[in-house]
């Protein structure tokens, strides 16, 4: 097992051991649940590790997740017949690790709100300045394919070509970090717009900001944070 340190967002160290990035992932996952994002089984977390990932199981209650469930699926998509089932997702996650190198964390979710703009086909625009924390001007919402397909997984790299988020029709949203945490952080930003998102169509008076003004928000997110302490 290679055991190193590197700083965590927050500016702590954090070990990046197989070890550790495996109760990082259960963590990552009971967090999600906790906070109501993912109703019942659904939704789904990685961290890129080695030249794969290490990702949750398929179909395992939350609260009965441990650090060995969590599944080392390679680049090849191969995974050891001994332990459980990877999610049925590892192929988007896969390809969002492929389309964006410097990103290592994945969620995904079921979360309300976000579901229901992916639903009804809806991206979220730039209704709000902080819509720019997923990395630009709006958070897209990617045509529907099947679960777990090579079809839904190719839609997901487009989504996150140009972004950290997007949602995905008929089916939920996911966000992608440098880190995990930041992965975890995104996916609750982008419920929360979701929901202020809703409301706002509610009074059907929905006022977009400029694509200069959102330019300019992305650019102050860059930095946004950066010395804080925890
Ligand atoms: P898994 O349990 O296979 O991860 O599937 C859950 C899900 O949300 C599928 O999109």
Redesign the pocket.
Known sequence: MTKSKTKSKSGKSKGTSEASLRKAVVMAARTMSARGLSPG????VSVRWRDGMLI?P??LAYDAMKADDIVFVADDGTWSKSVRAP???WRFHQAAYRQRPDRHGVV?T?SLHATALACAHKPIPAFHYMVAVAGGRDIPCVPYAT?GTEDLARHVAQGLSERDACLMAN??QIAIGSTLDAALELAFEVETLATQYVAVLGLDAVLILSDEEMADMVERFKSYGKNRDG
Do not use: V
């Open positions: 089984r659904s939704g789904n949750t398929t179909a999610s049925s997702e995904h079921h679960f089916h939920g």
